[in-house]
């Protein structure tokens, strides 16, 4: 079975553009978690998305938006792109809400220059 | 105060020791433990959930104090295969988990 994937891995933008990340949970999870990971540092949840429904919000400002698709599948979308976003960004899914076992992609590494 | 803490380490011990890691959560009312394991420059693995009654798996072993709010894992007999870093997860119950920073365990020949 594949596990949670998330495209691109890598990328570069410069200050002020939009990205989009994506993620596809594993077969089967309805649920999918975004977090933000700087060097040094835990992941930082983002978001939850279950059945297409925002479930969960962090502290994050509303540059960062993201939604969820009939298949489960997730988009990330930053706006306004701060060097302070360079991070790595995470998805995780889950079987359902309610926040049990996660399982995270490897994860998409934007560099903001 | 930090939702989760843990000390970053490193935690330097040669094969075969044992090693042990703590880490205190703020907000008594969480419901859910976990260890995770990441390796540098990947994603966490889910390493172990953390039961009030404590649990093993193997060489791990995690328990739970939720009068004092630590949690605690155990590494017997050290591998080389465990060096990484181990981070503490609690879920809140506001539909997030909340991750410490992870401590760094370097295991040597």
């Known amino acids: 079975d594949a596990g949670v994937t998330q495209s691109p891995t890598h990328l570069i933008k410069t200050r002020g553009q939009h990205v989009t990340l994506r993620c596809s949970p594993i077969?089967?999870?309805?649920?999918v978690s975004w977090y933000q990971q700087v060097l040094g540092q835990g992941p930082q949840f983002i978001f939850q998305?279950?059945?297409?429904?925002?479930?969960g919000r962090g502290n994050f400002p509303d540059r960062f938006s993201a939604r969820q698709f009939p298949n489960y599948s997730s988009e990330l979308n930053v706006n306004a792109l701060l060097l302070g976003d360079s991070a790595l960004y995470l998805c995780?899914?889950?079987?359902?809400?309610?926040?049990?076992?996660?399982?995270f992609g490897p994860g998409t590494r934007l560099t903001v220059t | 105060r930090k939702e989760v803490e843990q000390d970053p380490g490193p935690f330097n011990v040669p094969e075969g020791a044992t090693v042990a890691f703590n880490c205190t959560y703020s907000?008594?009312?969480?419901?859910?433990f976990f260890w995770y394991r990441q390796d540098c420059r990947k994603e966490p693995k889910l390493l172990m959930s953390v039961y009030s009654s404590g649990n093993e798996d193997g060489r791990f072993t995690a328990q739970l104090n939720r009068a004092s709010q630590y949690i605690s894992l155990l590494i017997r007999d050290s591998k080389l295969s465990d060096s990484a870093t181990y981070l503490c997860v609690v879920n809140t119950g506001f539909q997030k988990l909340v991750f410490g920073t992870g401590t760094r365990l370097l295991v040597s020949p």
């Open positions: 998305y279950y059945e297409k429904e925002e479930r």
């Open positions: 995780a899914s889950s079987l359902e809400t309610g926040v049990r076992e996660q399982y």
């Open positions: 077969s089967g999870h309805k649920s």
């Open positions: 907000n008594s009312a969480s419901q859910s």
